[in-house]
């Protein structure tokens, strides 16, 4: 079974995060037997940003690596065991709601495909990137 990256990769809907993972350093990390658990961002999630945020995060490492860890959770959780807990923590540190009371939502994102199983982990594709606080 492949990995969370080289499933990233060779879904094609993920070209933004790939780029972020590497241009942060992360690919390792994410290539590592974990497992995690990843909200993914889709292309068209990260094209919700404003203009020339993209490119000012790449400009700006640690900003982004804040970011991405904050989509990471330690732990293979599936949705129902998300369903279960509410708020889980992530590998940057911060807390994540979970609500799948209607729909599948994790923060102020809706999740658009749900347990993805990769080697490592899981992945949850998210239609909106997730920020801290």
């Given at each position: 079974m492949a990995d969370i990256v080289d499933?990233?990769?060779g879904a094609g809907s993920f070209?933004?995060?790939?780029t972020a993972v590497q241009a942060a350093g992360l690919v390792d990390v994410l290539k590592s037997?974990?497992?995690f658990t990843v909200f993914a961002p889709n292309d068209d999630a990260f094209a919700k940003l404003p203009p020339g945020t993209i490119q000012t995060l790449v400009q700006n490492i640690?900003?982004?690596?804040r970011i991405l860890k904050y989509h990471v959770v330690p732990g293979k959780l599936k949705q129902a065991d998300l369903a279960q807990v509410g708020t889980v923590t992530s590998v940057e540190g911060s807390?994540?709601?979970i609500d799948c009371s209607e729909?599948?939502?994790v923060k102020n994102a809706t999740v658009l495909a749900a347990d993805i199983e990769a080697d490592n982990?899981?992945?949850h594709v998210i239609d909106t990137?997730?920020?801290?606080g």
């Open positions: 499933i990233a990769v070209t933004t995060l790939v037997p974990g497992p640690p900003q982004l690596t807390t994540i709601k729909a599948f939502e982990g899981v992945i990137v997730i920020l801290m």
